[in-house]
């Protein structure tokens, strides 16, 4: 067990939806990160969140949008669900710092649009 | 920036045959590199990693990683292979950034299969 907590663990939906997606950091950890996972773009870096502040940004398409809240969960927000939306989309978190020592993922949470 | 290549989308090696997979990295600033492996239907779980010191890094699993500069190469290693490594292994390498925060970048990820 990571200590991350994602929910929920499936998410089936259909097309033009809004969805949001739950990750719980572990305990101390300032720093969330998410990622999606499709079988043709790989892991693709999404977002990160350090105390509340966005901190870098990836390959986050308009229609997805986060957030890291005082008690430092996140949500990450996927509107106007398209079919290719579809993946395994992963939360990580890590300690306090400069760099990142170590990053712990979530489970996932695997979404379907039909 | 920083990237990371992974060389072979799919290695297959022979229950107790040596495992090598292969991960070159670029970065502007000196990196600290990650191993994860990723079982079917489950998160990602950290291998090994090198942040300073010694460039051979010991994992878990047997597993272990060479940081060598000169090649920017971070090749995992496995002296012999079981059944249960079967499963997809990513390289990553983090960086700073401006204001001291950062990410990890992954490699697109190599599917170790063993086989009998």
Partial sequence: DSGVTQTPKHLITATGQR???RCSPRSGDLSVYWYQQSLDQGLQFLIQYYN???RAKGNILERFSAQQFPDLHSELNLSSLELGDSALYFCASSGPGGRVAEAFFGQGTRLTVV | AQSVTQLG????VSEGAL???RCNYSSSV???LFWYVQ???QGLQLLLKYTTGATLVKGINGFEAEFKKSETSFHLTKPSAHMSD???YFCA???SFSGGYNKLIFGAGTRLAVHP
């Fill in chain 1, 19 to 21: 969805v949001t997606l």
């Fill in chain 2, 19 to 21: 495992v090598l997979l």
């Fill in chain 2, 93 to 95: 390498v983090s960086g």
């Fill in chain 2, 86 to 88: 079967a499963a997809e």
């Fill in chain 2, 30 to 32: 000196p990196p600290y």
């Fill in chain 1, 52 to 54: 509340g502040e966005e």
């Fill in chain 2, 39 to 41: 079982y079917p239907n």
């Fill in chain 2, 9 to 12: 989308s799919h290695v297959s």
